[in-house]
């Protein structure tokens, strides 16, 4: 159907059920796939429309196929996905974005924003987060939650996340008061085989300091590619960049992933903060967190502090520093 996009029709009956033709369907793509000596994964996304009850003619099974294998890809779902109702409205705007995104990078339509870190002894911004924007001419500003996950999904994320990269340590190269500046990494970019060489040309084409790039993931990321990550890491510490834990809190929280890896920063997710614990109990929580972080001798933010009081309770405890719209929301940078 496309470059990468197949459609399979099957006639199934009784004893042999559309879920059973799948499922057969999806094992075989799974199979690995020798490439000389190399050994490749396959992925697919997968979705199905049924006749006669999601469409009665060919076109109207197609569309509806497609809008579940969209939702399928956007879910990043392993298994197959059957239309149902909705999702054709929802994947037209994807199919939409999905083919604008490459074209926009070029188009100059993204944009950095950046949000303050602080610390929590002196109020000082100890460094921003880069947090991607687009600018899209018809449909307004959309928001990365709208737009990373299909940027993941049809590989564009890799030149984005270049020119991310190359754009948050040009501006960082410009701030005055030379603090850090934390890019968001994601699973994909991690695993491809160009990356540490992206942050040194990054790193070289700015001229920015090594030490004041933070690399943020999040452990999802490094369970899933563990042996490899080790590596990755290796070369990025040797040029002096910092690695931040993003997202701590959520998932799996695992001690595995603390002692595995040598992290610069924990960050503690908004989530964390804002769970509606009784008080004590959130408090316990973040007290244990940052026992553990400071045991590894790492250094521990909060995210998502929205309040004074939010603030003084961190501060009590005795965290190193604080992001969220208290200190401040992100703002583009400032020439
Ligand atoms: P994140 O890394 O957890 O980034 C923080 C998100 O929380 C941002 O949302 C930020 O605007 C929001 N936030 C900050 N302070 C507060 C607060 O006090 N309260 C509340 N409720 N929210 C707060 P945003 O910009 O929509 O980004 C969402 C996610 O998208 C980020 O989560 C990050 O995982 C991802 N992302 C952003 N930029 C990039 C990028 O350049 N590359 C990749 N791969 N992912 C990105
Ligand atoms: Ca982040
Ligand atoms: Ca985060």
Not at 9 to 33: I, N
């Amino acid at each position: 159907m496309g470059g990468d996009e197949f459609a399979v029709a099957a006639q199934t009956h009784e004893g042999y059920a559309c879920d059973d033709f799948v499922e057969l369907l999806a094992e075989a793509v799974r199979k690995p796939v020798m490439l000389g000596d190399a050994q490749s994964e396959v992925s697919a996304s997968v979705g199905v429309a049924c006749f006669p009850e999601d469409a009665t003619n060919v076109s109207e099974l197609l569309a509806r196929a497609d809008a579940a294998m969209y939702e399928a890809k956007d879910t990043q779902s392993e298994h197959p996905v059957t239309y149902r109702e909705g999702l054709l409205k929802r994947s037209a705007s994807r199919r939409f974005l999905d083919r604008e995104i490459a074209g926009a990078i070029g188009r100059g339509e993204f944009q950095l924003q950046y949000q303050v870190q602080t610390s929590l002894r002196d109020g000082a911004i100890v460094g921003r987060e880069a947090l991607i924007r687009w600018h899209h001419p018809v449909l307004g500003t959309l928001y990365p939650g709208e737009f990373i996950s299909l940027a993941e999904a049809n590989g564009s994320i890799i030149e984005l996340g270049r020119w991310v990269l190359a754009q948050a340590c040009s501006d960082a190269a410009g701030w005055p008061d030379r603090t850090r500046v934390a890019v968001n990494i994601s699973a994909l970019q991690l695993r491809d085989a160009d990356f540490a060489s992206t942050v040194a040309e990054a790193l070289r084409s700015s001229g920015l300091d090594p030490q004041r790039l933070e690399l943020e993931i999040t452990e999802t990321t490094l369970i899933r590619q563990r042996t490899e990550v080790v590596d990755v890491f290796a070369r990025l510490q040797a040029l002096g960049v910092k690695i931040a834990l993003d997202d701590f809190g959520t998932g799996f929280s695992s001690l595995d992933t603390l002692l595995a890896f040598a992290f610069d920063r924990i960050k503690i997710d908004r989530s964390v903060l804002h769970a509606s614990l009784q008080p004590s109990r959130t408090r316990s929580v973040l007290r244990a967190i940052l026992a553990l972080g400071h045991a590894l001798t790492t250094t521990v933010l909060v995210e998502g502090v929205e309040t004074q009081n939010q603030l003084e309770l961190l501060r009590g405890e005795g965290f190193d520093e604080i992001q969220g719209f208290f200190a401040g929301r992100p703002v583009p940078n400032a020439t």
